[in-house]
């Protein structure tokens, strides 16, 4: 069977957004035996989606006199990649029609080396929570044509990657003979994971992904998802066994079963509107994410293992960081053993 791994989200975004709890978050997953830590992407980022889209934090952890701080995603990475030696460090995902792709492309580079070769590149076409914030007017994108800005820029940057001279020419971007160095330290590039919960995403995958990163699944929906990122792989020549499936899964693990969903559901119905799916119906979140007593959790992690998971990228749910530390030395002590030889 293949590994099994497990990552922390850090929060440089929500409530309790902050380069002392980034680093702090970071480093005791590496330290509790976390297999990846991970950042999350948004230029633009309003006061309404800073109190309505918590990806980091809890609910009960908004104040009225909050800034809506969202920390750049790459910067950030740059900064843990110094402050932290072993885990991988990955983005889940970048904005990528709002990113320019010769930059990034540099960019991702550099982290790569500056990681010593510990980068996961997602990449995403910009959700429902993107619009709402008014992102793609301010880089003056056009919404509609966001997927295929984001096929594009991933074929611009593997041809930066791996030519010596690189060329490229599409509908959006066109360069010739770009000299562009240094290469990643991962070769041919850094994993480049795809997020996005649609059938056009998981084909977007097998097409030209290294992982695919949903998020509101489910275990039966994921199981069907991967097969369309395995067929598809297929389909265009690729090694389907290569490519890593991701989940991104809100989380809380606790000893009581009624103290974790008391902790998760005040943020999920907060949420709730953000997200590009229906998810008023708090037994549709509960299906698709990771809630409850150690034994539910234990359950639950299976599940998804047996839809074909192997990497879940957590985002527990947590009102101070000290809460956020028991929940992954919890997980660390109870869960990790189980998917360790």
């Known amino acids: 069977m293949a590994k099994i791994s497990f990552g922390i989200r850090v929060p440089n975004s929500g ?10 978050t970071a480093q005791k997953a590496e330290e509790l035996g976390f297999d990846s830590i991970f950042v999350h992407d948004h230029v633009v980022w309003s006061t309404e989606m800073h109190r309505h889209h918590i990806s980091s934090g809890a609910h009960e952890a908004l104040a009225d006199d909050q800034s809506a701080d969202f920390y750049e995603a ?17 983005v889940a995902c970048l904005v990528m029609p709002t990113r320019n792709p ?9 982290l790569d080396h500056l990681s010593n070769g510990r980068l996961i590149a997602g990449v995403g076409l910009g959700s429902k929570a993107s619009q709402s914030s008014n992102e793609f007017e301010v880089f003056e994108v056009d919404f509609k044509k966001r997927a295929s800005l984001t096929d594009e820029y991933i074929d611009a940057m593997r041809a930066i990657w791996t030519q010596p001279l690189a060329t490229y020419h599409g509908t959006h971007i066109n360069f010739e003979d770009a000299e562009i160095y240094p ?8 994993p480049i994971w795809v997020g996005g919960w649609t059938d056009f995403a998981a084909r977007r995958t097998g097409r030209v992904g290294d992982g695919w990163v949903p998020g509101w699944l489910s275990p039966k929906e994921m199981a069907r998802g991967a097969e369309i990122v395995r067929g598809t792989a297929t389909e265009h ?10 989940v991104e899964k809100l989380a809380v693990i606790k000893r009581d079963r009624d103290a974790a969903l008391e902790r998760a559901i005040p943020t999920v119905r907060t949420s709730s509107t953000t997200y590009e799916r229906d998810v008023d119906d708090i037994s549709f979140a509960l299906d698709r994410h ?11 992690v299976e599940e998804f293992v047996e839809a074909g998971v192997t990497h879940f990228e957590l985002k527990l749910i947590y009102p101070t960081i000290d ?3 028991d929940q992954m030395t919890l997980w660390a002590d109870e869960i990790l053993p189980l998917y360790r030889d």
């Open 15 to 24: 409530p309790l957004s902050g380069v002392e709890n980034i680093v702090r």
């Open 74 to 90: 790459l910067t950030v990475i740059g900064y843990l990649a110094a402050v932290t030696s072993r885990v991988q460090i990955g």
């Open 102 to 110: 010769i930059y990034a492309a540099k960019q991702l580079a550099t």
């Open 183 to 190: 290469k990643p330290l991962q070769q041919p590039n850094p």
């Open 237 to 246: 020549g690729r090694d389907p066994e290569a490519i890593t499936i991701a």
């Open 290 to 300: 990771i809630f409850g007593s150690v034994d539910d959790v234990k359950r639950r």
């Open 323 to 325: 809460d956020l530390e």
